[in-house]
């Protein structure tokens, strides 16, 4: 299985902006869609966003508005999600997935792999 490292999390204020990155070994990154999720203290874990393989079939948890942007880098075997216009409510641990097909989930039980998280918190 792939292995996924998360990092870019941290304490931001709220109106600010965050990359996330996942940096993926062991296995080649393109075979695998990928996903983001978050967990916030005593929620299930949710869907935020996932890619495909190819990077070209994107879908989004509606909750977002629009502020939150999927994206890979084959090449240098990282997925990337860029926040923006932070709100206290995203705050959470951030979590990458990676499964061994096409397309990507919503659902957690369709990831083989996950990173140990990156903790986010937006400051009102």
């Known amino acids: 299985q792939v292995q996924l490292v998360e990092s870019g999390g941290g304490l931001v204020q709220a109106g600010d902006s965050l990359r996330l990155s996942c940096a993926a070994s062991?296995?080649?990154?393109?075979?695998?869609?990928m996903g983001w999720f978050r967990q916030a203290p005593g929620k299930e874990r949710e869907f935020v966003a996932t890619?495909?393989?190819?990077?070209?079939?994107?879908v989004y948890a509606d909750s977002l508005e629009g502020r939150f942007a999927i994206s890979r880098d084959n090449a240098k075997s990282t997925l990337y999600l860029e926040m923006n216009s932070l709100k206290p409510e995203d705050t959470a641990v951030y979590y990458c997935?990676?499964?061994?097909?096409?397309?990507?989930?919503?659902?957690?039980?369709?990831?083989?792999?996950w990173g140990q998280g990156t903790q986010v918190t937006v400051s009102s």
């Open positions: 997935a990676a499964r061994e097909k096409m397309s990507g989930s919503q659902w957690t039980r369709d990831y083989d792999s």
């Open positions: 890619i495909s393989r190819s990077g070209r079939t994107i």
């Open positions: 062991g296995r080649d990154f393109s075979s695998y869609s």
